[in-house]
């Protein structure tokens, strides 16, 4: 193909379209037999007018329409193999026709520019011709018009103005995004580093590497479930606020509420009044990660406190719809729920026991921050080779069964000084001079020399708190004879406060009423023992005194307590006349509506052969001074008018 054609060939050619004609008689007889009719419709007639159309040059639209589809079908069962040769010839030829023009050109700019020309110009052209042997030159000039000239610079100087003031316009916008992006990026960033400031812990999203995250769970839980949920993604609002991602904890803030009940009421409650830090806006960043923090815990709490109360059945601890429940006592009782901050009760200062609820709820955080910060010491200690670090899979901690200790160890401290109280009031009443003393354990100490080197002051005040509760009682029953009542607070494996009575070595109790060596479970059995070992006591101690009284006073006929001789009975609480059997003394404790009395009971009997009934009589010392048959003379006078009675 060379250069000096007449025609511009163009790069890509239509594809080349088939003959009309049947090249062989079979070819014809198929097209003919793909007309609608076939060889049964061909006419002589029809065959002059189609010769006739085709030599005149105007034959019938849809013929034509009928021969492209012809055509159509021939193309379609055209053998692809020769398709693909015309297309790669067609892509030969218009590749060539590209080089050519390609070559054309380079040689056209060799003359004026041939370091760039000979960069695309072709070896073998360059070898035949060489370069620069082909330039254009312009041969007149243009007429330069000023009025033309003046226009386009007029044109071009406002072209350029539009353009300026457009781009200032754009640049003007950009700077107000980028201020307004500035503000939001600003906000965003102030609160996060408040949060940083304010000691959480922050990292990234553990699927968004993009996306900050606060860390406001604990790692020291049991549970996966609150190890998992403890971090919140912080995503930048619209305004710039951060949205904190709480999904995982149902976006509701939760506490716990306990409720101390006595006699079926409600006497103290337990409610969250501010769960936020001082001079800190409720609304803001760091207010929702610590009630985050405080709900998370709470849940912690509950799911703990769930699965403890199961181990706790026969502490009467039951688990009543939505709410935990733990009956104290035979009046006392305490309820626990999980409640969010909306539906929570409102705070009611005149209830009596606010004080006792709030002890219990601030008692149960205590001990659950200890079961975190005793698996940390766990963790962080060395252990030997030998010792696994693996936690148990079911650890259930000690929460409800220490707040039950305490409570019980309050009530039994509470019940054996009332008890011992009365008996003394009762007895001082008497005239015996009757006296106790109650003695507690120092307060534990948490100073750093009582501290271990690992254990931090808090950590050994938790531990002295769990600790079981010694208390002892010094009772004098008379000035000569005193006992020791000691009891002490077990948590495990029944938690129970058990009592012990020692009594000195020389003392008359060790004959008379010896105390239980192994202890009393109860107030009950000590409050039957104390009764008994009083009215043995007072027995012993007024036998004494008659025998003393009779051995030094003269024998005179008209004194019947000197001519008796004074026994004490089987029972121990009673003296009787060893010889007639006529009269007897009894000593006796009994406790009514809270209030102790001491009785002396005094019988006397009739000569045999006489129908007249026995002469019975009672003095009684209450612990209270308001019953009226309370006597008043000291109980030695009575025992000395009691002994000289006689049935006439």
């Not at 609304?283 to 181990?311: D, G, M, P, Y």
């Not at 200690?381 to 409800?400: C, G, I, K």
Request: hydrophobic share 35%.
């Amino acid at each position: 193909m060379s250069a000096g054609d007449g025609s511009l060939l163009l790069s890509l050619k239509p594809v080349p379209v088939a003959e009309k004609e049947a090249k062989n008689v079979a070819e014809f007889i198929s097209r003919v037999n793909g007309q609608p009719g076939g060889f049964r419709d061909l006419t002589e007639k029809d065959l002059i007018e189609k010769s006739r159309d085709e030599t005149n040059g105007d034959g019938d639209g849809s013929q034509d329409v009928e021969m492209v589809d012809a055509e159509d079908e021939e193309d379609g069962s055209k053998d692809g193999a020769l398709a693909r040769l015309e297309v790669l010839k067609n892509v030969e030829y218009a590749g060539n026709t590209a080089m050519l023009i390609l070559d054309s050109l380079s040689l056209l700019l060799s003359k004026q520019n041939p370091t760039q020309a000979s960069l695309t110009l072709s070896q073998q052209l360059r070898d035949m011709v060489g370069i620069g042997t082909l330039g254009a030159d312009r041969l007149d000039e243009p007429t330069i018009n000023q009025e033309r000239v003046k226009d386009a610079e007029q044109v071009a100087t406002g072209w350029t103005l539009m353009e300026v003031n457009k781009t200032r316009d754009a640049a003007v916008e950009a700077a107000s995004l980028l201020e307004k992006e500035v503000d939001i990026e600003s906000r965003y960033w102030d609160d996060v580093m408040a949060v940083k400031k304010a000691g959480w812990s922050m990292c990234r999203v553990p699927n968004e590497r993009h996306t900050l995250a606060v860390r406001f769970g604990f790692s020291e839980t049991a549970s996966p479930e609150f190890k998992n949920n403890g971090l919140a993604p912080m995503r930048r609002g619209e305004d710039g606020s951060v949205e904190l991602d709480l999904g995982r904890l149902g976006g509701v803030s939760e506490c716990l509420v306990v409720t101390y009940l006595r006699n079926g009421q409600v006497a103290g409650r337990s409610v969250p009044r501010c769960r936020g830090r001082a001079n800190t806006d409720p609304t803001s960043l760091e207010s929702r990660v610590l009630e985050a923090r405080n709900t998370i815990f709470a849940k912690e709490l509950w799911h703990e406190l769930i699965k403890e109360a199961r181990t706790l059945a026969a502490y009467d601890v039951r688990l009543q719809g939505s709410l935990l429940r733990c009956q104290i006592d035979d009046e006392a009782a305490m309820t626990i729920q999980l409640l969010s901050l909306a539906s929570c009760p409102s705070p009611d200062d005149s209830l009596p026991d606010n004080s006792m609820a709030e002890a219990i709820s601030l008692g149960l955080h205590i001990l659950l921050s200890y079961a975190h910060r005793h698996n940390e010491l766990m963790r962080t200690r060395p252990m030997p080779p030998h010792v696994s670090r693996s936690r148990p899979t079911n650890q259930t901690y000690a929460l409800l069964r220490p707040v039950i200790a305490r409570l019980a160890s309050e009530a039994s401290i509470d019940s054996c000084t009332r008890l011992v109280g009365r008996l003394s009031k009762a007895l001082t009443r008497a005239g015996l001079g009757s006296s106790f003393t109650p003695r507690l354990p120092p307060a534990p100490s948490t100073t750093p020399e009582s501290s271990s080197r690992h254990v931090s002051a808090s950590q050994t005040l938790v531990r002295n708190l769990l600790q079981p509760r010694e208390f002892s009682i010094d009772f004098s029953i008379l000035p000569d004879l005193t006992l020791t009542i000691r009891g002490r607070t077990f948590l495990f494996p029944v938690t129970s406060t058990l009592f012990n009575v020692t009594i000195p070595p020389a003392s008359p109790l060790r004959l008379s009423c010896p105390p239980y060596p192994d202890g009393y479970s109860d107030v009950t059995a000590l409050t039957e023992y104390l009764y008994t070992s009083v009215a043995r006591a007072l027995n012993c101690h007024f036998l004494n005194r008659l025998l003393t009284s009779g051995n030094n006073a003269n024998n005179d006929n008209n004194n019947s307590s000197s001519t008796r001789r004074w026994t004490q009975s089987v029972v121990g609480t009673s003296i009787r006349d060893g010889e007639s059997e006529h009269c007897s003394l009894h000593f006796s404790i009994h406790d009514e509506d809270a209030i102790t009395s001491l009785v002396l009971s005094s019988t006397v009997v009739a000569v045999p052969n006489d129908d007249d009934p026995p002469l019975r009589r009672s003095w009684k010392w209450c612990s209270s001074p308001a019953p009226s048959e309370s006597e008043s003379r000291p109980l030695a006078d009575v025992v000395v008018d009691a002994a000289e009675l006689s049935p006439s």
